[in-house]
């Protein structure tokens, strides 16, 4: 057994993982055993309680409009401990649905509003609102590449979504668009970073095909929980795995 452990907590990963954003958790999982990191997998799903003290790393992934229907009710009822969790700076990762639900609201494609929990300051139209001025009524698809520019990493990806996500003031892009469409197609930002929650698009899952994120992320995990040692030090001697 390793010295040191992380709670994760997969929000509704029976329900939101259609693009096996699971795979994000393997890869954080990957990083972490390398330097004797042990992570205790916990699904929080619907009726389950979600308790902001106890997990150091949440991934909330996407779905189908049906599932991520049901969700939203649920979601409701972990509100405040989820935003309990956000502004304690703990690490998050939300992906498509997830992403939009952590904002005010989300637009299906049938013009069906569903409320999220409005613990970010985001909100998601649909491909047919009329204030779009590029790709109205298209789904945006294909391989998408952005540049932090903090850190002025580069972010590899496959994007595919017809929801349209506007940023709120609070918050900041997880990058500029390179290639690709991003959020809404028109404004080049992609995903979000609020504290040390990060939202996105991409499906790959972005952990997997971005190792330098997942390290960053894993980093930020474990000196919140253990801030007495060089976590960054430690990742930066293990290899970063992309494509």
Not at 38 to 55: E, I
Request: one cysteine or more; charged letters at 20%.
């Amino acid at each position: 057994m390793a010295d040191y452990t992380i709670a994760v907590a997969h929000l509704y990963g029976d329900l939101m993982n259609t693009y096996g954003d699971y795979g994000n958790i393997i890869a954080l999982t990957y990083y972490a055993k390398q330097i004797d990191v042990d992570v205790d997998y916990q699904l929080v799903s619907l009726g389950d309680d979600f308790d902001a003290d106890k997990y150091d790393f949440v991934l909330f992934g996407g779905g189908q409009d049906y599932e991520e229907t049901i969700v939203a009710h649920d979601l409701q009822d972990k509100a405040t401990e989820v935003k309990q969790y956000i502004e304690n700076d703990g690490p998050l990762l939300a992906v498509c649905g997830g992403f939009q639900l952590l904002g005010h609201y989300m637009m299906m494609a049938d013009g069906t509003k569903v409320n999220g929990i409005g613990v970010m300051d985001h909100y998601t139209t649909n491909m047919h609102d009329p204030k779009l001025t590029v790709r109205n009524d298209e789904r945006l698809t294909g391989n998408i590449v952005i540049k932090n520019n903090e850190t002025g990493e580069e972010y590899h990806g496959f994007e595919n979504h017809q929801g349209r996500t506007f940023l709120g003031e609070s918050e900041r892009a997880l990058g500029t668009i390179v290639s690709g469409n991003g959020n809404n197609g028109m404004d080049q930002t992609e995903g979000v970073i609020y504290r040390n929650v990060y939202g996105s698009y991409f499906h790959g899952p972005i952990f997997t095909r971005n190792g330098n994120l997942a390290k960053r992320v894993l980093t930020t995990a474990l000196t919140r929980k253990y801030p007495t040692i060089d976590w960054q030090s430690k990742l930066n001697a293990i290899p970063t795995e992309t494509f």
